[in-house]
């Protein structure tokens, strides 16, 4: 074990233990983080550190929750419950209002639907809620013509999801995704938490800029109406800290779709090996047809909300388009806000996960991350 690593990897994985190590020895004294690798369903990486910090700690995971929302709908697609070239109207009706009649189930999920938020905005509560934002946002006109463009969905797309599943199948995604593939798997990633599993959480913590990283959070344009402003509801009057959204036990114990999940890196990389590989003696969740399908880039390109290059696949981020190029065609997975990261490469046979408790500069994928994967994909390509 290297000093203040706990853990272990397997032979031939030992190169992922030493980058985490060197990147724990520049991080603050404070660091708490989790990183797991699974390899054709063999876990091959199971490391952590930080004071209070154990393998099953639960930290906040934010928009790699959607991963999660949307292997759900890759079930139903498989199974025929869900068809994605479907009008979303045909599961729910009241979706058609202010223009929106046309938009089908695919371009809802490779977020072309141009509904990326409410021009009034959410309430707290409601943005806990994900029944009440799918109810608000079906009279909300589009912020673009359907199809046109893309732009990211980021507190709103599980939601979306999440009433066309209640609609076709009369259960939530939530419900559907804890009795389908968290329990059968013993998973640490929740979408809604116990209270008796509330001691493992591990609450979040802001981000703690340098100067210079202070200075590039300010020069970033954040305009009260802009789209981004919009997506991320921060054009409310009180729109709370992001940081502390998944620290709200209303969120926590409703697990919105969106980005209310909780898990460690274990419960990430179990999620994503179960996802492509036999885990347990269980086939994959999903087969060859339906692995391409979720996989398969959608949209590419300029991103209006983000307003940076980005790949989307069916419902995930397509990673080795833009973060990890050098990951397998196909790859499917997503990151989230505080620095979190999950995927499958079912080329590889690689699924992975990272969390940590601070909020990473800045935002979304933790840098670490690319050293991270870089290694274990290697590793996975040598075994």
């Not at 905005?121 to 409601?126: A, H, I, L, S, V």
Request: hydrophobic residues 40%; aromatic residues 8%; proline residues 6%.
């Amino acid at each position: 074990m290297t000093q203040g690593i706990h853990g272990t990897v397997a032979d031939g994985f030992e190169a992922v233990r030493d980058e985490f190590a060197a990147f724990v020895a520049g991080e603050l004294p404070d660091y708490e983080g989790q990183v797991c690798a699974y390899m054709h369903g063999r876990k091959v990486v199971d490391l952590w550190t930080g004071d209070g910090c154990e393998a099953d700690s639960l930290y906040g995971v934010f928009s790699s929750t959607k991963g999660a929302a949307h292997l759900v709908v890759a079930l139903l697609i498989q199974e025929g419950t869900l068809e994605p070239d479907r009008k979303v109207t045909y599961y729910w009706p009241e979706f058609g209002a202010e223009g929106k009649a046309a938009i089908t189930l695919r371009e809802l999920l490779s977020h072309r639907a141009g509904l990326v938020g409410l021009d009034a905005g959410f309430t707290r509560d409601e943005i806990a809620d994900d029944r009440a934002i799918a109810e608000r946002l079906a009279d909300q006109r589009p912020f673009w013509r359907p199809g046109t463009a893309f732009g990211y969905h980021a507190l709103v797309i599980g939601a979306l999801s999440g009433e066309v599943v209640r609609r076709a199948t009369g259960r939530s995604l939530q419900e559907i995704y804890e009795e389908r593939i968290r329990a059968p798997y013993g998973l640490g990633f929740h979408l809604g938490l116990p209270e008796e599993l509330e001691p493992r959480y591990r609450s979040v913590q802001p981000m703690a800029p340098t100067p210079e990283q202070q200075a590039v959070l300010d020069a970033t344009p954040t305009g009260p109406h802009t789209l981004a402003s919009i997506a991320f509801n921060t054009h409310v009057p009180d729109p709370g800290e992001l940081a502390d959204y998944p620290n709200s036990r209303a969120v926590r114990a409703s697990g919105p779709a969106s980005a209310g999940g909780v898990a460690s890196a274990r419960g990430l990389a179990g999620m994503y090996a179960a996802a492509i590989s036999e885990v347990g003696r269980r086939p994959p969740l999903l087969k060859p047809d339906t692995i391409a399908e979720v996989g398969q880039i959608h949209s590419t390109g300029y991103d209006l909300v983000a307003r940076v290059h980005r790949s989307y696949a069916l419902g995930f981020q397509a990673l080795s388009d833009t973060l990890y190029p050098f990951l397998g065609a196909g790859t499917f997975g997503h990151s989230g806000a505080g620095g979190s990261q999950a995927f499958a490469d079912p080329r590889s046979g690689l699924a992975y996960g990272y969390t940590r408790r601070r909020c990473a500069f800045p935002g979304g994928a933790a840098q670490e991350n690319e050293r991270l994967v870089r290694a274990a994909h290697s590793a996975a390509l040598a075994s």
